[in-house]
């Protein structure tokens, strides 16, 4: 396979069932990505979904050998660049940063694109959550300070590299509704701190998004599963009202920052947390 370097990496986790989201979490180990991968047992609901639109120049082929093995045995999408750099075809779509450049990929791998989604469907049956696949976002940091203060000033300075993966869709009214996204966070620090952890998460109110230009709630429509929870926090994400408001004559500046998406305070299912060893 020409593309092997993300055919046969595994990511082992943790099972946590947390109704009615999911976490898949390890905390602190240090085998974690070690454990040999099982058998492939067949395709998830995310692999194959999709397909080349009228702009798009690669083929579902192409785009379906970026794929890893999950540890439930099922095979799942992952990250490709958006130009496929063996035949030069456009995907038309692109996942955040290449996740080769962090310095947790050795032991983490490609990242598994709903694997947290698939889970779900077994633990909560009455609230499966299938996502598009567009709205998979990587970013991840090498070397961040981290300093701890304390009376006189800094105590020590640890630094850590973090992964972070993301669904948060809003080419859709499917990602418009839906609050719930799959969330995966892989951290290790110099003073021995390790987490990884794939959820599920909540985010804001299902069936609705904080609009980012003014604040206003607005409602979309009936989110699926409508038995979503409430995350608390919010989606903020501009809407049309937004995009009119930057408008500006010719040679004037408009302020960007009216458009902004972000997502503030959401939560999957219960608090959990890692502790230093």
Request: net charge negative; hydrophobic share 30%.
């Amino acid at each position: 396979m020409r593309r092997s370097w993300i055919d046969s990496r595994w990511v082992p986790s943790l099972l946590v069932v947390v109704p009615p989201a999911l976490v898949l979490a390890a905390c602190g180990g240090s085998d974690y990505g070690q454990t040999a991968p099982p058998p492939e047992i067949g395709p998830s609901a995310a692999y194959g979904i999709w397909t080349p639109g009228p702009g798009d120049t690669c083929t579902k082929a192409i785009h379906d050998q970026y794929s890893v093995v999950g540890p439930d045995g099922k095979r799942y999408p992952t990250w490709h660049p958006p130009v496929d750099p063996v035949t030069g075809c456009s995907f038309g779509h692109e996942h955040g940063r290449d996740p080769r450049g962090s310095k947790l990929y050795a032991q983490v791998g490609p990242i598994p694109l709903g694997l947290a989604n698939e889970a779900l469907d077994t633990w909560d049956p009455q609230g499966i959550r299938h996502e598009d696949h567009f709205g998979h976002k990587i970013e991840w940091e090498n070397d961040i300070d981290f300093n701890v203060n304390g009376v006189g000033g800094v105590i020590f300075v640890i630094k850590c590299d973090v992964m972070a993966k993301l669904h948060q869709g809003t080419h859709s009214k499917d990602a418009f509704t839906n609050n719930l996204h799959e969330l995966v966070y892989h951290a290790k620090c110099s003073d021995g701190t390790e987490m990884h952890i794939t959820a599920m998460a909540a985010i804001g109110t299902p069936g609705e998004f904080v609009r980012s230009c003014d604040g206003q709630h607005i409602v979309v429509g009936t989110p699926s599963p409508a038995n979503s929870p409430s995350g608390g926090g919010q989606r903020i994400i501009p809407d049309r009202t937004c995009f009119d408001q930057i408008k500006v004559p010719a040679g004037q500046n408009s302020n960007f920052g009216e458009i902004r998406e972000m997502a503030r305070g959401g939560r999957g299912g219960r608090r959990g947390r890692c502790t230093r060893p």
